[in-house]
């Protein structure tokens, strides 16, 4: 048995541990069962304990194989040997790595033995992860250091690279390992050659070592190097000189040899990315012309920082791509940063598409950064001044990075419009801001695939580059070209050069075929004729010939990729179908799930120049050869493959998700869009929903399908403003409804759209239908919107208390539904029915519970809408916050205009031209006035034109400009006539009577506005036509009728009296009392009181007649 073990040893090459094992009892019962504290204590070194674990795991499960019964004497332990049996050697060229662990002797005189082993462990272990995790494969452990080789026991072209990569990464990590560990280093040396490697055991189990000269040369390497340096040979740094950083050092002599050896130390390894250009791709040749043109454009941007736009158009395969790439080459040898985004058909991931891709790409943001670096990149552009602090916002929309509240709020807020007007702008400032720091060429290429969103930021970039030194450059086939006539008439005349590309002319087709065949080969005319001058299908057509057999010419680009994709091994051309299947762009994670493994790499399609590494993934190298591969894969296998793809972004990505089930002709893709619509809606990207909504809507079959996907629709389209298409959208929901919820929520839509229209009865009428099915059925949030409609519908119809117990039941049903937005529109429902009414402190209590919640919550929709209800002229107003109502007009002001909201935004204007009215701030509120009359105007929104010159007519008024006061209130009235006299009509009326000297046309106004308000009017003309009716009875001095208008006001407030108002009515029949004759003490004192309170409050406008009475007291 003993023998056996002697044997076993000896084999491995470890036989002077035999006597040890002897003397220890160790035989093959007991080697399954030897712990690495056990060969320690056997005094076996390290490395050997590494070999020693791998030959016992392979010996035991030999022996655990064996019938139980058999006696363990009787083991036939020759098996065990048999394992270990070196075979024959092949020959093979590989990249030999040496390291050892430098400083460990200084260690270990400072720990204890234990110590001693964890911490040399650590750092082997550490070491051999590096060789594993590039492919390397470990031969050997010698005292502290390993020998270690890349190319075997599977060959690879990169085996130097590879080594290079290992030996930096290993170095990396002894760094990160032994930071607290003063002295603890390694080095590390590498040889390319030629060796012979032998393979210990078989299968799984084997075991490989390498002999040869390279071999010393390698340890030669390892021994001459500085701690913490990698040293290399010159035939290394051959292999690998595209991809690797190097310094030359003084030649070495090495036993044997007799010339010293070259040696450099190696610095860095470059990525795939970084030296995979379009020049090392592919020879480029002609286009001398195009070329001269751009470096004359690239010039005079540099020196007069002022740039222009390069179009360049062409037939698929003519080059677009390939000279843009030159471009970019000579541009960054002129000292331009180049920055690009690529617009694509399919399989656009988050972020992929080529607006966000230019932001990262502005912002230096990877492909693979996640959402905590996109922040920081987002906060160093605000930072670095590229950027406003409330343009965010938009910001945080195209980096897909989620919205605080706040500013979900805000974006909530803002129509469709506005948010892609606000993220046009941040793209052009980065774009302005960056360049200022050096110039910039940007490349958007192949946007005949272009959407109109993507145009429009085209649009703004090539005005923008117009303007600082910046190129712009974008690439189109000539069919599907997008940029007509009214694309460019948006770029207002910004400098604008179409470069259109034809055929390569023959000696320059000759050039590039000289880069791959010898000119004067027969095939080389059979590729000349039959490319016509398309560089690209030259180029396929000489790497056909140059990959597979000559005796035929494929007749199309088509063909000859297919032609190509057969000659690749049988893993490479499977990967190249699925990634087909993924897009023009993909990612090795996403192709590794769909190939159903782990360790494919794609090296062979870059060697084969079908794709080329981009970023974080890959990218086809040109569109054709994605299209050709896809277009090769029969039904079955595209769908299958399309599945698998949407298994992968089932969690991820809503919209590739519905995308392959589509292409995979799943039954669930119908429903998938309508998840991805929604996902699209909820970031406010209407436009992008609707396309999804109207994808889905092409492929479903069932009713059920259908009429949800058209109420997504139609409520999409209600963002966009297109009511009537809208509500045809909810129709042909209603049409195809299979059960009554299906009805109930197309009635809902169509309801509002309706309401839109101002079809008011039409739209009662659907909402009764409605009703009765959600009530039958208890739909709380169904319930919860119908009311809320009804209220709205009420409003304008003038059924205020209908109106207001409208909102009440929909507040009820939609605390019941926990549907807080819901909630809040009810909230400010009922607060607009008790403005109405008059009745502004309930009403103020229920617009501030709707703010409230829609701070919370980030409703930023509602919560404008409702903001401006309690500014001045609002409810804060008359509860005699004056202060505190101007400032929230103001701010409501600018919160409206930053997101767009221009009718938020005039009522706004409104609140605070009548505040600094009644401040005495007559400048400010005309300037106020003017601009809210204005955006009125342009918004077509005539009604409220009546309401800005009546506040017009009230500035003249104080400035003694009556005449011109009374032509601008006759305008007004007018106006308010023909749009509903009981908007704003007895206000207009009472500031006539006021602003009138003709006694006849005083008493007509006051007669008319107080019939109208004996018929109901909103409740803001009570409050301000009794004011003036005051005013003007004062200024006459009709006393009696102050005081009935005094009374009037009093009883109308009786339910909810309000500071304000209480102050106007004591200060009319004060100066009542005063004007009659009555000065006693007691008068004198309330007027005096009333003046204080005035002063106090801001009032001044209130303080003069105050004065004068004083005064004359």
Same mark, same amino acid.
């Given at each position: 048995?003993?023998?056996?073990?002697?044997?076993?040893?000896?084999?491995?090459?470890?036989?002077?541990?035999?006597?040890?094992?002897?003397?220890?009892?160790?035989?093959?019962?007991?080697?399954?069962?030897?712990?690495?504290?056990?060969?320690?204590?056997?005094?076996?070194?390290?490395?050997?304990?590494?070999?020693?674990?791998?030959?016992?795991?392979?010996?035991?499960?030999?022996?655990?194989?064996?019938?139980?019964?058999?006696?363990?004497?009787?083991?036939?332990?020759?098996?065990?040997?048999?394992? /270990?049996?070196?075979? &024959?050697?092949?020959?093979?060229?590989?990249?030999?790595?040496?390291?050892?662990?430098?400083?460990?002797?200084?260690?270990?005189?400072?720990?204890?033995?234990?110590?001693?082993?964890?911490?040399?462990?650590?750092?082997?272990?550490?070491?051999?992860?590096?060789?594993?995790?590039?492919?390397?494969?470990?031969?050997?452990?010698?005292?502290?250091?390993?020998?270690?080789?890349?190319?075997?026991?599977? %060959?690879?072209?990169?085996?130097?690279?590879?080594?290079?990569?290992?030996?930096?990464?290993?170095?990396?990590?002894?760094?990160?390992?032994?930071?607290?560990?003063?002295?603890?280093?390694?080095?590390?040396?590498?040889?390319?050659?030629?060796?012979?490697?032998?393979?210990?055991?078989?299968?799984?189990?084997?075991?490989?070592?390498?002999?040869?000269?390279?071999?010393?040369?390698?340890?030669?390497?390892?021994?001459?190097?500085?701690?913490?340096?990698?040293?290399?040979?010159?035939?290394?740094?051959?292999?690998?000189?595209?991809?690797?950083?190097?310094?030359?050092?003084?030649?070495?002599?090495?036993?044997?040899?007799?010339?010293?050896?070259?040696?450099?130390?190696?610095?860095?390894?470059?990525?795939?990315?970084?030296?995979?250009?379009?020049?090392?791709?592919?020879?480029?040749?002609?286009?001398?012309?195009?070329?001269?043109?751009?470096?004359?454009?690239?010039?005079?941007?540099?020196?007069?920082? $002022?740039?222009?736009?390069?179009?360049?158009?062409?037939?698929?395969?003519?080059?677009?791509?390939?000279?843009?790439?030159?471009?970019?080459?000579?541009?960054?040898?002129?000292?331009?940063?180049?920055?690009?985004?690529?617009?694509?058909?399919?399989?656009?991931?988050?972020?992929?598409? %080529?607006?966000?891709?230019?932001?990262?790409?502005?912002?230096?943001?990877?492909?693979?950064?996640?959402?905590?670096?996109?922040?920081?990149?987002?906060?160093?552009?605000?930072?670095?001044?590229?950027?406003?602090?409330?343009?965010?916002?938009?910001?945080?929309?195209?980096?897909?990075?989620?919205?605080?509240?706040?500013?979900?709020?805000?974006?909530?807020?803002?129509?469709?419009?506005?948010?892609?007007?606000?993220?046009?702008?941040?793209?052009?400032?980065?774009?302005?801001?960056?360049?200022?720091?050096?110039?910039?060429?940007?490349?958007?290429?192949?946007?005949?695939?272009?959407?109109?969103?993507?145009?429009?930021?085209?649009?703004?970039?090539?005005?923008?580059?117009?303007?600082?030194?910046?190129?712009?450059?974008?690439?189109?086939?000539?069919?599907?070209?997008?940029?007509?006539?009214? /694309?460019?008439?948006?770029?207002?005349?910004?400098?604008?050069?179409?470069?259109?590309?034809?055929?390569?002319?023959?000696?320059?087709? !000759?050039?590039?075929?000289?880069?791959?065949?010898?000119?004067?080969?027969?095939?080389?005319?059979?590729?000349?004729?039959?490319?016509?001058?398309?560089?690209?299908?030259?180029?396929?057509?000489?790497?056909?010939?140059?990959?597979?057999?000559?005796?035929?010419?494929p007749d199309s680009i088509q063909s000859l990729v297919l032609a190509r994709l057969d000659r690749l091994e049988a893993e490479d051309k499977r990967a190249l179908q699925a990634a087909a299947v993924i897009g023009q762009r993909f990612d090795m994670d996403t192709l590794c799930h769909l190939l159903e493994t782990n360790d494919y790499d794609g090296r062979g399609l870059v060697e084969h120049s079908l794709v080329r590494p981009e970023g974080m993934g890959y990218l086809f190298?040109?569109?054709?050869?994605?299209?050709?591969?896809?277009?090769?894969?029969?039904?079955?296998?595209?769908?299958?493959?399309?599945?698998?793809?949407?298994?992968?972004?089932?969690?991820?990505?809503?919209?590739?998700?519905?995308?392959?089930?589509?292409?995979?002709?799943?039954?669930?893709?119908?429903?998938?869009?309508?998840?991805?619509?929604?996902?699209?809606?909820? $970031?406010?990207?209407?436009?992008?929903? !609707?396309?999804?909504?109207?994808?889905?809507?092409?492929?479903?079959?069932? &009713?059920?399908?259908?009429?949800?996907?058209?109420?997504?629709?139609?409520?999409?389209? /209600?963002?966009?403003?297109?009511?009537?298409?809208?509500?045809?959208?909810?129709?042909?929901?209603?049409?195809?409804?299979?059960?009554?919820?299906?009805?109930?929520?197309?009635?809902?839509?169509?309801?509002?759209?309706?309401?839109?229209?101002?079809?008011?009865?039409?739209?009662?009428?659907?909402?009764?239908? %409605?009703?009765?099915?959600?009530?039958?059925?208890?739909?709380?949030?169904?319930?919860?919107?119908?009311?809320?409609?009804?209220?709205?519908?009420?409003?304008?119809?003038?059924?205020?208390?209908?109106?207001?117990?409208?909102?009440?039941?929909?507040?009820?049903?939609?605390?019941?539904?926990?549907?807080?937005?819901?909630?809040?529109?009810?909230?400010?429902?009922?607060?607009?029915?008790?403005?109405?009414?008059?009745?502004?402190?309930?009403?103020?209590? =229920?617009?501030?519970?709707?703010?409230?919640?829609?701070?919370?919550?980030?409703?930023?929709?509602?919560?404008?809408?409702?903001?401006?209800?309690?500014?001045?002229?609002?409810?804060?107003?008359?509860?005699?916050?004056?202060?505190?109502?101007?400032?929230?007009?103001?701010?409501?002001?600018?919160?409206?205009?930053?997101?767009? $909201?221009?009718?938020?935004?005039?009522?706004?204007?409104?609140?605070?031209? =009548?505040?600094?009215? /009644?401040?005495?701030?007559?400048?400010?509120?005309?300037?106020?006035?003017?601009?809210?009359?204005?955006?009125?105007?342009?918004?077509?929104?005539?009604?409220?034109?009546?309401?800005?010159?009546?506040?017009?007519?009230?500035?003249?008024?104080?400035?003694?400009?009556?005449?011109?006061?009374?032509?601008?209130?006759?305008?007004?009235?007018?106006?308010?006539?023909?749009?509903? !006299?009981?908007?704003?009509?007895?206000?207009?009326?009472?500031?006539?009577?006021?602003?009138?000297?003709?006694?006849?046309?005083?008493?007509?106004?006051?007669?008319?506005?107080?019939?109208?308000?004996?018929?109901?009017?909103?409740?803001?003309?009570?409050?301000?036509?009794?004011?003036?009716?005051?005013?003007?009875?004062?200024?006459?001095?009709?006393?009696?009728?102050?005081?009935?208008?005094?009374?009037?006001?009093?009883? =109308?407030?009786?339910?909810?009296?309000?500071?304000?108002?209480?102050?106007?009515?004591?200060?009319?029949?004060?100066?009542?009392?005063?004007?009659?004759?009555?000065?006693?003490?007691?008068? !004198?004192?309330?007027?005096?009181?009333?003046?204080?309170?005035?002063?106090?409050?801001?009032?001044?406008?209130?303080?003069?007649?105050?004065?004068?009475?004083?005064?004359?007291?």
């Open positions: 048995m003993f023998e056996d073990v002697t044997k076993w040893l000896e084999g491995l090459g470890l036989g002077k541990y035999a006597a040890t094992f002897v003397e220890n009892d160790v035989d093959f019962r007991a080697l399954p069962a030897l712990s690495e504290q056990d060969l320690k204590e056997l005094g076996v070194s390290l490395g050997h304990r590494r070999i020693l674990q791998q030959a016992i795991a392979t010996l035991s499960e030999t022996v655990e194989t064996l019938p139980e019964e058999q006696p363990s004497s009787e083991v036939d332990t020759d098996t065990g040997l048999a394992t /270990w049996e070196r075979h &024959p050697g092949e020959r093979k060229p590989v990249t030999m790595l040496f390291a050892d662990i430098t400083g460990s002797t200084a260690l270990t005189e400072k720990l204890d033995a234990e110590e001693t082993h964890e911490l040399l462990y650590g750092a082997t272990q550490r070491m051999c992860e590096a060789v594993e995790r590039n492919r390397g494969t470990v031969c050997r452990f010698m005292g502290d250091g390993l020998m270690a080789m890349f190319g075997a026991p599977v %060959a690879s072209e990169h085996h130097a690279i590879d080594a290079c990569e290992a030996a930096l990464e290993m170095q990396h990590a002894i760094r990160d390992y032994a930071s607290d560990m003063e002295g603890l280093q390694i080095r590390v040396g590498l040889h390319s050659g030629e060796v012979v490697v032998l393979t210990v055991g078989e299968g799984n189990k084997a075991e490989y070592d390498a002999s040869g000269p390279t071999v010393p040369i390698a340890a030669r390497m390892e021994q001459v190097a500085e701690p913490g340096e990698v040293y290399l040979t010159a035939a290394t740094r051959a292999l690998s000189e595209e991809r690797i950083v190097s310094e030359a050092l003084e030649p070495v002599a090495v036993k044997g040899i007799s010339e010293p050896v070259s040696v450099f130390a190696l610095r860095r390894v470059r990525s795939i990315e970084e030296v995979t250009t379009v020049a090392s791709r592919t020879p480029f040749v002609g286009r001398r012309a195009e070329l001269k043109q751009v470096r004359g454009m690239l010039d005079t941007c540099f020196e007069e920082g $002022q740039g222009q736009t390069i179009y360049v158009r062409g037939e698929p395969g003519i080059g677009k791509t390939r000279l843009v790439g030159e471009f970019q080459l000579i541009a960054e040898s002129k000292g331009f940063v180049c920055h690009r985004g690529l617009v694509l058909p399919f399989g656009v991931g988050k972020g992929q598409d %080529a607006i966000r891709s230019l932001v990262r790409s502005l912002l230096r943001i990877s492909s693979g950064d996640g959402k905590d670096e996109r922040g920081k990149a987002a906060e160093g552009a605000i930072n670095k001044h590229a950027l406003e602090p409330d343009e965010r916002v938009y910001l945080n929309d195209l980096l897909d990075l989620p919205q605080a509240t706040e500013l979900r709020a805000l974006y909530d807020a803002m129509d469709n419009t506005t948010r892609n007007q606000g993220k046009r702008a941040v793209v052009s400032k980065l774009v302005t801001s960056i360049g200022r720091e050096q110039p910039l060429l940007v490349i958007v290429e192949d946007i005949h695939w272009a959407d109109p969103i993507v145009l429009a930021h085209l649009a703004v970039l090539t005005k923008t580059v117009a303007e600082g030194p910046t190129l712009a450059v974008m690439t189109s086939r000539i069919e599907g070209d997008p940029l007509d006539q009214s /694309w460019r008439s948006t770029t207002e005349g910004a400098p604008f050069v179409t470069i259109d590309l034809g055929p390569l002319r023959k000696q320059e087709s !000759i050039e590039l075929i000289g880069e791959f065949i010898d000119s004067d080969d027969p095939l080389a005319e059979g590729c000349l004729q039959r490319a016509a001058g398309n560089p690209l299908f030259l180029e396929q057509l000489l790497r056909n010939a140059r990959e597979g057999t000559t005796d035929s010419l190298a040109h569109a054709l050869i994605q299209e050709g591969v896809y277009a090769s894969l029969l039904k079955n296998q595209r769908r299958g493959l399309h599945r698998r793809a949407a298994e992968w972004f089932a969690q991820t990505d809503a919209v590739l998700y519905a995308q392959h089930l589509d292409r995979g002709v799943d039954e669930g893709a119908p429903r998938a869009y309508l998840v991805a619509a929604k996902s699209q809606s909820a $970031q406010y990207r209407t436009q992008e929903a !609707i396309r999804l909504v109207e994808r889905g809507l092409e492929i479903a079959r069932t &009713p059920v399908e259908q009429c949800e996907l058209n109420c997504l629709r139609g409520e999409q389209l /209600w963002h966009l403003g297109e009511v009537a298409d809208s509500m045809e959208a909810y129709r042909d929901a209603l049409n195809i409804a299979e059960d009554d919820t299906q009805r109930c929520e197309a009635w809902i839509g169509l309801a509002t759209a309706m309401r839109g229209l101002d079809q008011y009865d039409e739209a009662l009428e659907t909402l009764d239908m %409605a009703q009765v099915v959600a009530s039958r059925q208890d739909l709380k949030r169904a319930l919860a919107q119908i009311h809320s409609l009804r209220g709205n519908l009420y409003f304008p119809l003038g059924k205020i208390d209908g109106c207001i117990e409208q909102h009440k039941l929909a507040l009820q049903h939609a605390q019941e539904a926990n549907a807080p937005e819901l909630e809040a529109s009810a909230l400010g429902g009922v607060g607009d029915g008790l403005y109405v009414q008059g009745r502004m402190r309930s009403a103020h209590e =229920y617009f501030s519970q709707c703010l409230e919640l829609c701070r919370q919550h980030g409703f930023g929709r509602i919560e404008v809408a409702n903001r401006q209800m309690i500014g001045f002229g609002g409810t804060l107003f008359y509860l005699n916050e004056m202060r505190a109502a101007l400032e929230e007009s103001s701010s409501t002001v600018t919160a409206a205009r930053r997101i767009g $909201q221009h009718r938020a935004e005039q009522f706004a204007h409104m609140g605070v031209a =009548y505040g600094c009215m /009644w401040l005495g701030d007559f400048d400010r509120a005309r300037q106020h006035a003017e601009m809210g009359f204005a955006l009125a105007e342009r918004i077509g929104a005539r009604r409220f034109l009546a309401r800005h010159l009546h506040y017009l007519a009230r500035v003249l008024i104080a400035e003694g400009r009556s005449r011109d006061a009374v032509q601008k209130l006759e305008e007004a009235i007018a106006i308010s006539r023909e749009t509903g !006299i009981r908007y704003v009509g007895a206000a207009i009326l009472g500031t006539l009577s006021l602003a009138t000297d003709d006694p006849e046309k005083r008493e007509l106004a006051l007669r008319e506005g107080e019939e109208l308000l004996r018929t109901g009017c909103v409740g803001h003309n009570y409050f301000e036509f009794y004011q003036d009716g005051i005013e003007t009875c004062l200024k006459i001095g009709d006393w009696a009728s102050v005081d009935r208008y005094a009374s009037a006001l009093e009883d =109308y407030t009786r339910p909810e009296p309000l500071p304000f108002i209480d102050f106007i009515i004591e200060r009319g029949r004060a100066l009542a009392a005063f004007g009659r004759g009555k000065r006693d003490c007691a008068t !004198i004192q309330e007027i005096q009181r009333l003046r204080d309170d005035a002063v106090r409050d801001g009032l001044k406008v209130a303080v003069s007649a105050l004065d004068e009475a004083l005064s004359a007291a």
